[in-house]
């Protein structure tokens, strides 16, 4: 299951989508995950699917692999389903006891904060699939650039976002690795007691902070032997170059987030 988590992995092509300008696909996911909460009407949601394909199919990611990374998430989505169901305010009951109540409305908000989960993974692994943690560094700091002048380390702080960003699937490969050799030594992480299963995460935890901070101090060890000294000053071996594609794909998400603002507005 670990595995099938795609945030933070980048899947080589030469698409359109891939050779972006990384600030335009940043703010487009910022655009993508604005218009998911806007929407208040089951049917606009097939406008977002439809340009949510259309990217996929652009960028020549296989959708299983979109599929797959949404796979673990199935119990945060039945968690969200269930307590909005139960707990959300309405006036038009289904059924009540005590005080457990499912009404229309929480049943309704219940099916909307699952499809937006859903939509939230799938644009953000989109970003990260499409571009490479290089590419992502770059595109954070020139989109955070005017904050420069208030003294933020903006290179610092996209840095450290792409690192953390890039160490997702390092760290769940290390992970399930400790998992395997620590179920061949007996451990159960699959039982059906809570308490037993919380209990096995304990020999699965140390060795696997350990094992994040060797990886930290050895690419600190890295950076260092590679005489990095921050972002004052440093030159970059591909510049960041805005092309017609990049400026159609502008157009394209504006006119996307004009058109779902105006269905909000106008249809009641």
């Known amino acids: 299951m670990l595995k099938d ?21 940043l703010v487009a996911t910022l655009v993508f ?28 990611i296989p959708v299983k692999l979109i599929v797959k ?22 006036t038009n009951m289904i059924w009540a006891w005590k005080f457990l109540k499912i009404s229309y409305e929480g049943l309704n908000q219940a099916i909307f904060m699952a499809i937006r989960l859903v939509f939230l993974v799938a644009g953000t ?8 943690p290089i590419e992502l560094t770059d595109g954070i700091e020139r989109l955070l650039k005017p904050f420069n002048k208030i003294g933020l380390p903006v290179h610092e702080l996209a840095m450290m976002m792409t690192i953390a960003l890039r160490f997702i699937p390092t760290l769940l490969d290390e992970t399930d ?16 007691n809570i308490i037993n299963r919380a209990k096995n995460l304990v020999p699965l935890l140390v060795p696997l902070f350990v094992s994040a901070f060797r990886r930290a101090d050895e690419l600190a060890m890295a950076m260092e032997a590679r005489c990095y000294r921050g972002g004052e000053g440093r030159t970059k071996m591909k510049e960041i170059v805005i092309t017609r594609a990049d400026r ?15 269905i909000r507005v106008v249809v009641k």
């Open 177 to 192: 690795k400790i998992m395997k050799a620590q179920m061949s030594r007996g451990a159960d992480f699959e039982s059906k």
């Open 248 to 262: 159609i794909a502008w157009v394209v998400q504006v006119a996307y987030l004009a058109i779902i603002i105006a």
């Open 5 to 25: 988590i795609t945030i933070g992995q980048y899947y080589p092509s030469e698409s359109t989508v891939h050779k972006l300008d990384p600030r335009i696909k």
């Open 33 to 60: 995950m604005v218009s998911i909460f806007v929407i208040k009407r089951y049917w606009v949601y097939a406008i977002v699917l439809l340009s949510l394909l259309a990217i996929i199919k652009l960028s020549n």
């Open 69 to 90: 990374g949404i796979k673990p998430l199935r119990w945060i989505l039945i968690f969200t389903f269930v307590i909005n169901v139960l707990f959300y305010p309405g």
């Open 125 to 132: 692994s989109l970003l990260t699939l499409t571009t490479s």
